[in-house]
């Protein structure tokens, strides 16, 4: 048997992300959890199970968003708030408890409840329509705050007094609580009455008592119920666990002699820190990476002899050539994220030069930061850096032109400097960013990371990519070019953006490359992973 350990958390607390359908999200739910057992479930015959250690009232959801809908899970929190209910039920917030004489407001984002001319309460919604939260006023203040199981039932509810939060309650399905949080030091403490967990075993479910009233904290009674869990596990059972902050000590606690095969992800553990979980990484047997430049960024913390490191893809490639060549426009896509303001103007100087060579360019500032607004703080950083570098600050309009008559067309064409040509392309999800590179003839990246899944499409895309950093995913003159400066970029761009042949070249070479990580390449490293273990 398999079990994974995603990292399913709201950033560094134990519990999901889920939230109101009208909030943008601000990142991407996928990680390398999430391909793997979608790896394992469609293509290799090995049991497996996912255990959740987050408080997730919505866990359904997640799960069908990320098609993962089917796969067998155990959550830790189902099991101390004893509740047996699996599947997703209809809940309507007409049917809750409410008092007589209410009157229920439907603004366009939530839904508000009055009583006598005053707010009682406000309902809150998640993206498919279900009710998430439900906050209760006395006055002006809040008072009560109820979380709502996707599975039909109110699954915990969050005390204030004074409008702060004094303590939240996990409830089982009939509404009694079962452990008590508290918002002052974090302490647990357990129902006296309702001392009791369950586990799954030999497919049953038997109950177990807390072997304490108090705890110091949720984390400790997370431990002390995972330590059950695993113990009813076997020797030939395998443990894989997405490396996080939160539960990398716990979890080094636990797994005294499994084996273990930890996952590292793009973007989620800065690698400045891990020698703070250098204990964990060399409990491990097996160490996977998402890019051979993570592999040896680890190398130096590894003092276990018998651990291996390999970099296994949490993404395959699935050929799928853009239309960029169809196009009457050329989009350069330009990443920008965490770029120096010295590097920002640079590199944007450098864009005009080019642009001034070719009136068919267009420069889309990619970015992953999905606050409100963000895109015209961008144009406006562009506007002000070609204002003062003498070029035309029309180029970085915040807005498109409005309408133009017949009689302005042939004028306006002349006027070539006066054309938008800079442009944001705020991408957050691996939906949107597929579709954004669909339309691109190039990618310029100075930013010297590894971005695994934008590389990753951009071959899946036969999109050439322009770096200053050589990776697995790059070949100097075959997928892309190599620079070392900024004065090289319009070079580089006039040889992919000018020359169809050149371009042609290569999606020829990002074809090829994408051989390498298939499905079925992938399926065939994780066996080999596995089976060393045996």
């Known amino acids: 048997m398999l079990y994974f350990f995603p990292s399913w958390y709201k950033e560094n607390s134990y519990c999901e992300n889920e939230q109101f359908w009208y909030k943008r999200r601000m990142r991407s739910e996928f990680d390398e959890t999430i391909k793997q057992i979608q790896l394992f479930h469609r293509n290799v015959k090995v049991p497996y ?12 959801h997640f799960l069908h968003r990320q098609s993962l809908f089917r796969a067998p899970y155990w959550s830790i929190f189902d099991s101390i708030q004893q509740i047996k209910r699996n599947r997703i039920a209809v809940l309507s917030f007409h049917n809750f408890n409410w008092p007589k004489g209410v009157e229920f407001i439907y603004s366009p984002f939530v839904v508000l409840v009055y009583k006598d001319g005053k707010r009682y309460a406000s309902v809150e919604f998640g993206e498919n329509g279900n009710p998430i939260s439900a906050d209760m006023y006395e006055g002006e203040l809040i008072c009560r705050r109820n979380y709502y199981d996707d599975r039909g039932f109110v699954s915990s509810t969050v005390l204030y007094e004074k409008g702060k939060i004094h303590h939240q309650d996990y409830l089982d399905e009939s509404g009694s609580w079962k452990i008590r949080e508290f918002a002052s030091d974090g302490h647990v403490e357990i129902n006296p009455n309702k001392p009791m967990y369950d586990l ?3 497919d049953s479910i038997k109950e177990f008592r807390f072997t304490k009233m108090h705890y110091n904290s949720i984390e400790e009674v997370i431990e002390e119920v995972l330590r059950r869990f695993v113990y009813t596990t076997t020797s030939k059972d395998k443990f894989i666990t997405a490396v996080h902050p939160l539960h990398a000590d716990l979890l080094n606690r636990v797994f005294a002699d499994k084996y273990l095969i930890e996952t590292f992800f793009e973007n989620r553990f800065h690698y400045n820190q891990l020698g703070d979980i250098q204990d964990f990484l060399n409990h491990a047997n097996y160490i996977i990476t998402d890019s051979k430049r993570s592999v040896e960024m680890i190398k130096p913390y590894i003092t276990n002899q018998d651990l291996k490191l390999i970099d296994i893809s949490p993404y395959d490639t699935r050929m799928d050539f853009g239309i960029s060549q169809q196009l009457t426009v050329q989009n350069i896509l330009v990443p920008i994220d965490d770029l120096t303001e010295y590097q920002f103007e640079k590199l944007m100087i450098n864009l005009c030069k080019y642009l001034l060579t070719n009136d068919k360019a267009r420069v889309h500032l990619f970015t992953r930061n999905g606050e409100w607004n963000y895109d015209q703080v961008l144009l406006s950083r562009v506007e002000e850096i070609l204002r003062k570098n003498d070029f035309d600050p029309r180029w970085a309009a915040l807005e498109e032109n409005g309408a133009v008559s017949e009689n302005d067309l042939e004028e306006e064409e002349e006027e070539n400097h006066s054309v938008k ?20 003839r190039v990618i310029l990246d100075i930013r010297g990371v590894s971005d695994v899944f934008l590389f990753v499409t951009a071959i899946s895309k036969g999109v050439p990519r322009i770096s200053t950093m050589e990776d697995q995913y790059f070949e100097h003159l075959k997928n892309g070019m190599l620079i070392t400066n900024y004065d090289d970029i319009v070079d580089a761009l006039s040889y992919y953006v000018d020359s169809f042949e050149n371009w042609n070249d290569a999606l020829v070479h990002c ?5 390498e990580y298939t499905t079925g390449v992938l399926i065939d490293s994780w066996k080999e992973v596995l089976n060393a273990g045996r």
Request: glycine share 2%; with cysteine; proline share 5%.
């Open 49 to 60: 199970k996912v255990v959740v250690l987050s408080y997730a009232p919505n866990l359904r």
């Open 200 to 202: 799954p075993l030999n």
């Open 421 to 440: 040509k800079f442009y944001v392309d705020a991408c957050i999800d691996e939906r949107t960013i597929s579709k954004c590179l669909n339309e691109q």
């Open 511 to 515: 074809y090829e490359m994408g051989k």
